[in-house]
């Protein structure tokens, strides 16, 4: 197949729903010759693609209340690799844990302009804790991942490598310098990592200044831990220079190391970090 | 009249109306706190994700394990949990993540021969059965070279031919266009005729008349 046909062949293989206007009127002007020679010369692949998904595989035993029930005695503790690398001197350690956000309005990301939370004292930082300078040298992208701690509705500085309980619950805010970009952030337990948000796959369009994860509403997003979880989590804030899946440039980041700029993998242009121990 | 009706009925009727409602409707009175709303959507695709999660080269015990992890984190995500878009394309979005995370932990020993599918041989004796096998021999073989495909182009590929996806939910799904998701599968399509030339007989006489 010519490298002109393999072009038709795809318009031809995908179904008419997934074609625009000018595909449909492309696919309907190829000649009923090259057509055939096509749909000839691809027969093989489309019959063998169509044998391979009918292949139909037994459903997992595992019920919704099975979820539920681990979910509540909180088994996620599956083998985990090499911890985190921080750059620290002693990297956190502790047992991974997952998240509740109680906060059910409609999460957006929001210039930080409302409320006393917005222009309280940024989160102090430990320089023994935290990464510094986590950022390429090759862009002009740079972020501070902050945060505050609710208790008992009062809302306090958050303190990186800081001890908290479950009556704490953490809002965060970006402070990005520099170029603009697509910032997502990350949860990360001894190597395990998930997205805390967005949780599409999309990122936040962010441009410099402070911003403050919060609701619909306007009010922070806060965040905090399932009933008896304890243990050590890293939350990374990472930069983007394009609106890529950050779960596709994630293990290759933590491979390399957050304190390791030069061995980010590309869009990456700048990363923040903050650890808390809940007890 | 209502106070006659067997309370086992009325569970019934509640659990025949949940199956009704769609994936976003359940995901958000779930994230509400509804009971039951989670095990219907656990029934509607864990089949699905265990599915996704074998062609995408995990072996059968590693999905079961992998799509049990997927709905735990989609339970755990409920509460940030909000319609913007199709569940679907959330839930493959925690599959797909899944499934790097997994394969990014054990790839140094991650089987792919047979696409990590165990074969068996099937009946034997007779030209039905032959055929039968050489079909299954052909799909593992497909599954193989899926395997050895760059992820983003493996996961468009399974997402289309083998979820059923639009190109528009893949492209939501791995965070790209839609026209960068037709040209993935434009390139896996390449890749796999290329690699499949002259190992599937029948794809080696399709190569042939081109």
Redesign the interface.
Known sequence: ??SS???L??LL???P??LDGDELALAAGVPAEQRMAIE??????T???G???D??????????????A??ANDT?E??R?AQLDLGVSEPPTGSGS???????L??SIAAAAFGAWSFMTPTETSPEMRPKSLVNDDEASRIALQFSVERDGAVLPGRNGASYGPADALAFRFDLAGEPGYVALLEVSD???????P?????MALDQGVHVLSSGSGSP?VYRPDDGVAGTLSYVAVVLSE???P??VV?GLL?AGLHRADLWPRPVVAVDAVTVTWE | MSDCTPPRLRLVAAGESLRGLADEELMTRHRDGHPGCFDVLVERYRAKIFGFLMRMGFQAAQAEELAADVFLKIHRAAPRYEPTAKFTTFLYTVARRRGLNARDRMSHRMEIAAGGHELDSGPSGGVDAERQLAAKRSVALLQTELARLPEEHQAAFVLYYGEGLSCADIATTLSISPAEAKGRLAYARKLLRQRLAGRVPEATSSESST
């Open positions: 197949m010519n046909m393999e072009a062949d795809l293989a995908l179904r729903t997934d000839a010369a691809d027969a093989a692949l019959a063998l693609i044998d391979w998904s292949e139909e595989f037994d459903a997992p035993s595992f019920t919704g209340a099975d979820i539920l681990r979910a996620d599956a083998e690799p997952s998240w509740w956000v109680p906060v059910t409609a999460a190597g395990d990592w998930d997205v805390v948000y949780l599409d796959g999309a990122t997003l609106p890529v899946d779960g596709r293990p491979a």
